[in-house]
């Protein structure tokens, strides 16, 4: 619910950070993002910038192993699973969000994203192009190149502007979603009312 995003307050933090959140599995492409991260850092070796990821899974050795042979253990965190309040300050402090999936039918995810009001950088597969509008609150990138989502993260994170207007679209986004599944519920109460009346 996007009122869950409300109640907290972004804070004028200072490390900046890029989000990704999900279940580590081969499917979700960590090992893309950590690669196009790497890509990040050697374009952009001064850039004060972190890559947060959140979830658990059997992929999380081999995620560690990566981020080592790449020497970017002081600029990745592996936070492990997260719930309630922590996440959704993840969500709103973060600068943007990265689904970086090979497979998506449609995540949660981006929902919460787009609740947060964040910019999506996601894959073009599955339920991600639903909710991401590229070049308006994201960009839609191919499944499994690394350079094209390091690319992608690059612009955005030296456009300050332009993830300030693709974070005003996103929270748009969201209150649309929010507004169709109010309006779903009540047809399903209305069909349940003229079944008991039939």
């Known amino acids: ?5 409300d109640s907290y307050k972004s804070s004028m933090n200072k490390n900046q950070y890029i989000l990704a959140m999900g279940s580590l599995t081969k499917k ?25 990821i959140a979830g658990g899974g059997n992929e ?17 965190n592996l936070l492990g699973n997260v719930a309630g ?3 959704v300050t993840l969500f709103k402090n973060c600068l943007f969000f990265v689904n970086s999936s090979r497979r ?25 192009a639903e ?17 094209k989502l390091g690319e992608a993260m690059i ?14 679209r996103s929270r748009e986004i969201a209150e649309r979603y929010e507004w169709e599944s109010i309006v779903e519920k009540y047809i399903n109460l209305y069909e349940k009312l003229l079944m008991v009346n039939r």
């Open 28 to 52: 979700k492409g960590f090992d893309i993002l950590i690669s196009a991260f790497d890509y990040l850092k050697h374009k952009l070796p001064n850039a004060d910038l972190r890559l947060k």
């Open 104 to 128: 998506e039918p449609f995540a949660n995810v981006n929902l919460e994203a787009l609740a947060a009001g964040k910019p999506i950088i996601a894959t073009r597969v599955g339920g991600n």
């Open 1 to 5: 619910k996007i009122s869950e995003f």
């Open 155 to 168: 612009k955005l994170y030296k456009n300050k502007a332009l993830i300030k207007k693709m974070s005003k």
């Open 60 to 76: 999380l050795e081999n995620y560690k192993k990566l981020i080592n042979e790449k020497g970017l253990n002081n600029s990745i």
């Open 131 to 147: 909710v991401v509008k590229n070049g308006c609150n994201g960009f839609l990138i191919p499944s499994e190149d690394y350079v």
């Open 85 to 87: 309040k922590r996440k």
